[in-house]
C-alpha cells in the first residue's frame, strides 16, 4: 500500500536560521569590502579576484553587492580613515601602537618582485621610533 506524499516544508525555524545565516555573510562581505575601500579607490587585481571568490563563498546576490558598494561609496568614516599622506600613515601606526602592538603593518602591496607596505615598528617601550615608508 502506497502512502501519498504530502511537500516537504521547510519550519519558520529553519528559515529564520537560513536569514540570520545570510545576514552574517552580508556583514561580513561588506566589512571585507570596506577594508580594501578604506585603503584605496583601487582595487589590484588580487583583491578583485579575492573579493570574487568571497562573494560566491557567502552567496551574496548581484544586487546585494551593489547596495553594499552604494552604502560603502557614502560612508564618511571610511573615507576619513583614508591614510593618503605620510603624516595620516604616522596618526594611524602611533593609534596602533597605543593599543599594544609593538609591530604594525597597515597595508602591503606586491609589486613586480618587490614588496611595498606601510608599517611601523616600535623599537623601546617608553620612546617610540617610526619608520614608514617603502620596504622593497
Not at 566589512?31 to 588580487?46: G, H, T
Not at 571568490?53 to 560603502?72: C, D, F, N, P, Y
Amino acid at each position: 500500500m502506497e502512502m501519498a506524499s504530502a511537500p516537504i516544508s521547510r519550519g519558520e525555524d529553519e528559515i529564520d536560521i537560513e536569514l540570520q545565516v545570510h545576514c552574517l555573510e552580508t556583514k561580513a562581505y561588506s566589512a571585507v569590502l570596506r577594508a580594501f575601500n578604506a585603503e584605496s579607490d583601487a582595487l589590484s587585481w588580487e583583491k578583485a579576484e579575492l573579493i570574487s571568490h568571497i562573494r560566491k563563498g557567502l552567496r551574496i546576490s548581484s544586487a546585494e553587492h551593489k547596495e553594499i558598494l552604494r552604502k560603502i561609496s557614502s560612508d564618511e568614516l571610511v573615507k576619513s580613515i583614508r591614510i593618503t599622506s605620510e603624516q595620516d600613515g604616522l596618526a594611524a601606526c602611533n593609534i596602533l601602537h597605543a593599543a599594544g602592538p609593538p609591530k604594525v603593518v597597515i597595508t602591503s602591496m606586491q609589486i613586480a618582485d618587490k614588496l611595498l607596505l606601510i608599517g611601523s615598528h616600535q623599537k623601546i617601550k617608553d620612546a617610540l621610533f617610526v619608520h614608514l615608508g617603502l620596504v622593497a
